[in-house]
């Protein structure tokens, strides 16, 4: 896959350099690529033009009479420095994320461990959803709603949500690790490994939910808890 350009010969005669398609292909896509700064969607193409490059490289450098070796290493640079900025950057994303998701898992399991079943059923509710302050929640839970009354008692007969409360209030649930980011749209699902340091090493695995929502002309993130279960080894 080459085309030509005509260069001179030490005669002074026109003669044509076949230059590597593959090489001005994958500049190409590097440069699209470099779309992957502002998108994670477009780094697969940053990935695959430095491998193009990489290979046409290795073509240019093994037939002298194939241009084109310039614009591969071009190519190269871009599509590695694309790659290698757009890895880091999710790294750090995803670093700070699991550290916010793990605030708000450990609030929520203190919260459950000292036995305010009513408040850490509300952190389940997304923000917009949950009580005013100053709402009286045992009274809201037990006034024959049937549907928050049905979700406490399930809530409650869960054996998890009864392992955390006899942790007692003198637990003390730390961040261990992150397991798992799934985004759609402008959410993420974070799940995290949460142990109760002043127990037994207990692990519980705890789903927060992080929404974007624009409140008074500026981004806020909004949390809740999915769900909590048992240790996972994943």
């Not at 085309?3 to 292909?25: C, D, H, K």
């Not at 073509?59 to 190519?75: D, E, F």
């Not at 880091?88 to 929520?108: D, I, P, S, W």
């Not at 809530?155 to 942790?167: E, G, H, M, Y």
Request: glycine share 8%; net charge negative.
């Amino acid at each position: 896959m080459e085309t030509q350009a005509p260069t001179m010969s030490e005669t002074g005669e026109e003669e044509f350099v076949r230059i590597s398609r593959l090489a001005v292909g994958s500049l190409f896509l590097s440069m699209i690529g470099l779309l992957g700064i502002l998108s994670f969607s477009f780094v697969p193409i940053a990935i695959l033009a430095t491998v193009c490059a990489l290979v046409a490289c290795i073509r240019v450098a093994q037939n002298q009479s194939l241009g084109g070796g310039t614009a591969a290493i071009i190519a190269l640079a871009l599509g590695t420095m694309t790659t290698g900025w757009s890895i880091a950057e999710t790294t750090m994303t995803n670093k700070k994320l699991y550290a916010k998701a793990a605030e708000h898992a450990k609030l929520y399991l203190q919260t459950l461990a000292q036995g305010d079943t009513y408040q850490a059923m509300e952190m389940r509710k997304e923000e917009q959803e949950r009580q005013v302050a100053g709402t009286k929640l045992n009274i809201m839970y037990a006034s024959g709603r049937t549907k928050e009354q049905g979700d406490m008692d399930q809530f409650l007969a869960d054996p998890i949500t009864q392992d955390i409360i006899n942790s007692g209030p003198k637990s003390d649930w730390q961040f261990v690790r992150g397991l798992d980011i799934t985004r759609k749209g402008l959410s993420q699902t974070i799940t995290v490994k949460m142990a109760n340091e002043a127990g037994e090493g207990e692990e519980i695995i705890v789903a927060m939910k992080r929404a974007t929502q624009q409140i008074q002309g500026s981004d806020a993130a909004l949390w809740n808890v999915i769900l909590h279960t048992a240790k996972v080894d994943k």
